[in-house]
């Protein structure tokens, strides 16, 4: 899966929990485009995006100029 926003993060683990069915799902979310490196979406951001996954894994660019543990914290809840 690839996408670079929020909501096509949402939108495609979406269609794939649909197209699967409950086999297990693993994102992998790096935060590598412009968009996401200069901090234009937050963690607030991406609250809703992974919720259908049943594994994620997050990775976060160097030259990122935001921190993604407040998402992974937001997401622990």
């Given at each position: 899966m690839i996408a670079h926003h929020p909501t096509a993060v949402k939108t495609t683990v979406a269609g794939l929990r649909q197209h699967i069915g409950k086999k297990k799902l693993i994102?992998?979310?790096e935060f590598g485009s412009y968009?996401?490196?200069s901090g234009c979406h937050q963690a607030a951001d991406f609250v809703?995006?992974?919720t259908?996954?049943?594994q994620v894994y997050f990775k976060q660019p160097k030259d990122s100029q935001w921190?993604?543990?407040n998402l992974v914290k937001i997401l622990r809840y």
């Open positions: 994102a992998v979310l968009t996401m490196r809703d995006a992974p259908q996954v049943d921190n993604i543990e």
